[in-house]
Nanobody
């Protein structure tokens, strides 16, 4: 497993943007695919986006496609989620995750999770 720490959450107005960051402890971060998820109270954690180990392949949930962009910098052991055109319904706790399998991220069963960062979107 790899330790992950998210940052970059906060309060933003509807229509605004935020960039979330995910710092990985593992020096071989490039051995892991990574992804982003979110969760609101009383609901299941939902998949948002995933990126392959080298960054050449990405997957997005339909509800964020075109607004959110996942990226990574393996040299810095960092992952990112750029969120644009934010809506009040995007408010949630956002989590990054990592696994050696991109598929396990897509089916929401990665081995490693961060602690989450809160995003609030005001109308």
């Amino acid at each position: 497993q790899v330790q992950l720490v998210e940052s970059g959450g906060g309060l933003v107005q509807a229509g605004g943007s935020l960039r979330l960051s995910c710092a990985a402890s593992e020096r071989t971060f490039s051995n892991y695919a990574m992804g982003w998820f979110r969760q609101t109270p009383g609901k299941e954690r939902e998949f948002l986006a995933a990126i392959s180990r080298g960054g050449g392949s990405t997957r997005y949930a339909d509800y964020v496609k075109g607004r959110f962009t996942i990226s990574r910098d393996n040299a810095r052991n960092m992952g990112y989620l750029q969120m644009n055109s934010l809506k009040p319904e995007d408010a949630a706790t956002y989590y990054c995750a990592a696994d050696q399998s991109l598929h396990k991220l897509i089916i929401r069963t990665p081995d490693s999770w961060g602690q989450g960062t809160q995003v609030t979107v005001s109308a």
